[in-house]
């Protein structure tokens, strides 16, 4: 459990600035302070980044009589901790073409309520 001094370090990625922000926790792991941030945008990724951090989930995979293989990604970021189980559904997709960019291919990855998209179209190539 964390410490009332316990705080955790991060690099803003929100623009180019990567502004040092801190995070100070209570002792029941609430966020009570953050420190560093230039903007509100980096105000509220270091509140996110220690509490929830999420990600978004790049993949390929190969297509049924298709040479190429197609790109797909999480039409939003997911929290970090359903990245396994994200890919491993990704994994076992059974896909044919044609398939055109934006085309859902899982609904709900991993119970995330994201969906996961083609990012680009590919036609059958015999």
């Known amino acids: 459990m964390l410490q009332a001094t316990d705080v955790k370090n991060f690099v803003c990625v929100c623009c180019p600035m990567g502004c040092q922000l801190e995070v100070g926790f209570d002792d029941k792991g609430s966020v009570t302070s953050?420190?560093?941030?230039?903007?509100?945008r980096g105000k509220a990724y270091a509140r996110e980044e220690a509490t929830d951090p999420r990600r978004m989930v790049t993949a390929v995979v190969?297509?049924?009589?298709?040479?190429?293989p197609l790109s797909v990604k999480t039409a939003q970021a997911i929290p970090k901790?359903?990245?396994d189980a994200a890919l491993t559904s990704i994994r076992s997709l059974d896909l044919t073409a044609p398939i055109s960019a934006g085309d859902v291919l899982i609904?709900?990855?991993?119970?995330?309520?994201?969906?996961?998209?083609?990012?680009k179209s590919l036609d059958a190539m015999l």
């Open 81 to 83: 901790r359903f990245i």
């Open 62 to 68: 190969c297509i049924k009589d298709c040479p190429e």
């Open 107 to 119: 609904k709900d990855v991993a119970h995330t309520g994201v969906s996961v998209i083609a990012t």
């Open 34 to 40: 953050v420190t560093g941030y230039t903007c509100n």
